[in-house]
């Protein structure tokens, strides 16, 4: 016996309220959120809101530069494209891109997903819609996000108990 606890999970964090969807909005400044995709009453996967107009050149640089990431994948066909102005965002972490229909339905001008197949991207872009690929691995965000709550709540409890994060990158992706 080596009192080992392991806490998993996927889908239950990036649907829930103050998940990681959420967290995304939140260190890129989309305010104003609602569900991308209900799926009950109370959580949905995905989230779309406002945030201040910048242009799509602007926010992929703000992508880039928030999630710590050496490429974005930007889904254009025209140079003229970073010039357009953005001010509703829809985002979905890991790979939502069969939810792309949602964010066009709810008004989106971009869409942030990791994952976008060739024939997805010509998809969207023919029904109107830009998006950024940063990959799906940015939901590495989830280890130290749960770790630092984890901790508040060991400490409000008083829980005796020690909080190891993982520090084995499971990213399959390097770039040159």
């Known amino acids: 016996k080596h ?27 989309i305010e104003e ?75 989106a001008d971009v869409y942030i997903t990791g994952d976008i197949y060739y024939h997805t991207a010509q998809d969207m872009l023919s029904d109107g819609l830009l998006a950024l690929d940063p990959g799906h691995y940015i939901e590495v965000l989830f280890v130290e996000k749960i770790a630092a709550l984890l901790t508040q709540w060991k400490e409000k409890k008083g829980w005796e108990l020690e909080i190891l994060p993982s520090q084995t990158s499971t990213n399959p992706f390097r770039h040159i």
């Not at 009192?3 to 889908?11: E, G, K, L, M, W």
């Not at 050149?57 to 254009?76: C, I, P, T, W, Y």
């Open 33 to 107: 959120t609602t569900y991308l995709q209900e799926t009950d009453p109370e959580r949905g996967i995905g989230r779309i809101g406002n945030i201040q107009p910048q242009t799509f050149g602007e926010l992929a640089q703000n992508v880039k530069q928030v999630f710590g990431l050496d490429s974005l994948r930007l889904v254009h066909y025209q140079e003229t494209d970073l010039q357009k102005p953005i001010s509703r965002v829809a985002i979905c972490g890991g790979s939502g891109q069969s939810f792309y229909k949602d964010a066009l339905a709810k008004g």
């Open 3 to 29: 009192d080992i606890a392991v806490y998993v999970s996927h889908t239950n964090i990036d649907i829930v309220e103050n998940g990681l969807n959420d967290w995304f909005c939140q260190m890129l400044g």
